[in-house]
Each structure stands twice: as C-alpha cells, then as structure tokens.
Nanobody, 126 residues
Framework: AQVVESGGGSVQVGGSLRLSCTVS????????MGWFRQAPGKEREGVSCISRSGATIYYANSVNGRFTASRDNTKNTLYLQMNSLKPEDTAMYYC????????????????????WGQGTQVTVSS
C-alpha cells in the first residue's frame, strides 16, 4: 500500500490548514483510517480515527472541537481540517490505515494501524 500525506505548512496561531491523505494499493473502504502526530522529542500520538464509512469519528481531547476528520471513499482520500491552530499543534502529521471493521478502543495506539505515510509537517507560530 502507498499512503501519501499533503497539505502541511506554516501558519500563525488561530489559523487553519487542511491535510489530505491519498491511499493506493488497498481497498480503501475496508480500512479504518487514522491521523497521528509527533512533535520533536515526543511520542507519536493519535489525533483521530474514522470508521470505514466515515460515520463514526474519534478525536483526541486535545483537538476535539478544533479538528475535523473526513474521508471520501470514491477518491481513496482522507482529510483533516484543522482550525484554531495552537503552537502545541506543531508536529509531523501522519496518516495510517488499519484493516479493521471499526476503530477499536486502542485506536490512539500506533500499533493499531499497519500502513503509514511519510508525514507532512505542520508548524504553528505565534
């Protein structure tokens, strides 16, 4: 499988960015999809998990209400709309695919997902 993120960049506090993730080489709607991020010196943390249909979405408490995940199964693409960005949102953002029927309780653990992209950098400055 090939997983490719895009849309990262530099933005000021309070700004917005939209990340995209295109997937090929697998049957996209067989997979739950996740967004993760990793800041320098920190562990990779789960940001969001979205079910195969897109009907159920989980968020980390730190982004709930500011970030919105979505997917378009006709385009094999996952999105992350990020609003009201804060300096602590600065990180490398990764997209991941997991061959599961639903987002498990352990969705925020990186081991839940088997296919990963290379990441896209998001930098929020004050």
């Amino acid at each position: 499988a090939q997983v490719v993120e895009s849309g990262g960049g530099s933005v000021q506090v309070g700004g917005s960015l939209r990340l995209s993730c295109t997937v090929s080489g697998l049957t996209f709607d067989d997979y739950v999809m996740g967004w993760f991020r990793q800041a320098p010196g920190k562990e990779r943390e789960g940001v969001s998990c979205i079910s195969r249909s897109g009907a159920t979405i989980y968020y980390a408490n730190s982004v709930n209400g500011r970030f919105t995940a979505s997917r378009d199964n006709t385009k094999n693409t996952l999105y992350l709309q990020m609003n009201s960005l804060k300096p602590e949102d600065t990180a490398m953002y990764y997209c991941a695919a997991g061959l599961r029927s639903v987002c498990p309780d352990s969705w925020s653990a990186p081991g839940t997902f088997g296919s990963w992209g290379q990441g896209t950098q998001v930098t929020v400055s004050s």
